[in-house]
């Protein structure tokens, strides 16, 4: 399930660039893939950390990595880097009825 709803990419007091819940933001799961390249473009030029809650990115994930907006237990919104999955290659359903 996606993250439904607005983000903007801010900076919290610590120094990281985190995601916050904004009407007004630039950000939603359509353009996820904008959203990343951003904060990855602000924390190279401002020299800024990125919130450890911010992007997640598995440790056994192998091949192509997709972004995808997902909210928390909490409902605040975060980045998950997803395997690529190949169209057709998932289960078949079968038919009960």
């Not at 900076?11 to 007004?24: A, M, Q, S, T």
């Not at 939603?28 to 992007?55: F, H, P, W």
């Not at 990115?57 to 980045?79: C, E, Q, R, S, W």
């Not at 997803?82 to 057709?88: D, M, N, Q």
Request: charged share 25%.
């Amino acid at each position: 399930m996606a993250y439904r709803g607005n983000v903007a990419i801010r900076e919290n007091r610590k120094g990281e660039i985190v995601l916050k819940p904004d009407v007004n933001g630039k950000y939603n799961a359509a353009n996820v893939q904008d959203c990343y390249n951003r904060i990855m473009a602000v924390a190279k030029s401002e020299k800024l950390g990125i919130n450890q809650y911010t992007i997640f990115t598995p440790k056994d994930a192998k091949g192509k990595l997709i972004p995808v907006m997902l909210p928390n237990p909490f409902g605040n919104p975060y980045i998950a880097m997803l395997p690529e999955k190949e169209a057709g290659k998932g289960k078949k359903l079968r038919d009960l009825g």
